[in-house]
Structure formats: C-alpha cells, structure tokens
C-alpha cells in the first residue's frame, strides 16, 4: 500500500519556466513533508521540507506548498534550470523531523535548454 | 571521509548465496537508516537504528534480512540465501536527532545483483 504517492513518472519543462512536482498521501498521521534529489548513481540528497503547521516553505527558487485537506504537497522550482534534471522523492513521516521516512516512486524531472 | 560510506559499491552474486553490505555514518550521527530502491520503485524502508534504542524493524521483507550497527557507528546489512527479487540498489542514511530538518544524509548505495 502506497501512501506516498507520485503518479506522474515524468515531467518536461523548457528552462527558464516553472517546473510543478506534484505528490499526493494517504496517511493523515503524517506530520512533516520532504523532497530529496537524486542523480544516476548519487544517493539522494535533501531539498526542501514543510511542517503540516505551515502551508508554505520558500527556499530560493524552491518552494513546497502543503494542503493538508488535499493531502496533497507540491513542490514549485523556479526558474527551472538544466541542473534541475533528476529524480524527485517525495517523502513524509509521522512523529516530525527525525523519523522514519515513506518515500514515493519519485518524478523523473527533465529540464531542456 | 565527511559523507556516508558503504561499500561494496557493486556486488553481484549468485542465488541462494548470502551478502553483507556496509555503511559507515557520518561521525556523530547517532539515527542509521537502510533502505532499497528496486528498478522503478521508490525508496522502501528496512530498517532504523536510533541510539541505544531497539531498532525499528518493521521494513525488512523477510528472516532472511538482517542488520547490525556495532558501538552505535558502522551497521552491516546481511542477506542470507539471497534472491533474484533481493537485486536492488541499498541505500544507507544517517542523521544527526538534533538537526531541525529532518535531514537525511545517503550513502551512493550498493547495487545488489543477484544472478
């Protein structure tokens, strides 16, 4: 069962544009939201995280958007560059920063020039 | 070295024969994940190391699936009998309780082949 969920596998942009990273989950105990980077044969790395307390977190040209509602995050990078090509893991925990991680399937994101 | 180390960092095998797989944390951090990446599919928790604490076993996917992390440090991953379904690529993470973030810092992996 997937609560952690990242239904679109891809996405394209054109530099310079928006690119949305969406990620959906099921658990509502689910209390704090992150998103790593993964590059080919690099072990991901942390991006940005959120607070189920907050509904937005800005970190240059990311920024994570929270509707709890929904129980849905989405993560917004502008402007998008062909650095940003990688794959995107949406990840959550229950208990805050610190615990254990539930990763989804992550969003293959390509950047053209 | 500042990062997570594992190693090996590739290991092919044949079916039926166990592997260890290693991870060195980063000094001072006292949480040590394991988690693997199978071909299209997300990261998927094994297990959790915090401390002194029992660990959180609750991901491994069967007996065969062990580890230990010795003097709160380096952990070995232990496969027995290993599988074709075991292939995947095992990630290591550590993190630092304190840190505000929730920051987890990965290894480059060990890419499991199992033949």
């Known amino acids: 069962d997937q609560q952690v969920k990242q239904n679109s596998p891809s996405l394209s942009v054109q530099e310079g544009r928006i690119s949305i990273l969406n990620c959906d989950y099921t658990?509502?105990?689910?209390?704090?939201f992150l998103w790593y980077k993964k590059y080919p044969a690099e072990g991901p790395t942390f991006l940005i995280s959120?607070?189920?307390?907050?509904d937005k977190n800005e970190d240059g040209r990311f920024t994570v958007f929270l509707n709890k509602s929904a129980k849905h995050l989405s993560l917004h990078i502008v402007p998008s560059q062909p650095g940003d090509s990688a794959v995107y893991f949406c990840a959550a925990s229950v208990g805050g920063a610190n615990s254990k991680l539930t990763f989804g399937k992550g969003i293959t994101l390509s950047v053209r020039p | 070295g500042a990062g997570v180390s594992q190693s090996p960092s590739n290991k092919v095998t044949e079916k039926g024969k166990d592997v260890e797989l290693r991870c060195d944390p980063i000094s001072g951090h006292t949480a040590l994940y394991w988690y693997r990446q199978s071909l299209g599919q997300g990261l998927e928790f094994l297990i959790y190391?915090?401390?002194?604490?029992?660990?959180?076993k609750s991901g491994l996917p069967s007996d065969r699936f062990s580890a230990e992390r010795t003097g709160g440090s380096v952990s070995t991953l232990t496969i027995q009998r290993t599988q074709q379904e075991d292939s995947a690529v095992y990630l290591c993470a550590s993190s630092s309780v304190s840190g505000s973030t929730g920051e987890l810092f990965f290894g480059e992996g060990s890419r499991l082949t199992v033949l």
């Open positions: 658990n509502s105990m689910f209390d704090y």
């Open positions: 959120i607070s189920s307390i907050k």
């Open positions: 190391f915090q401390g002194n604490s029992a660990p959180d």
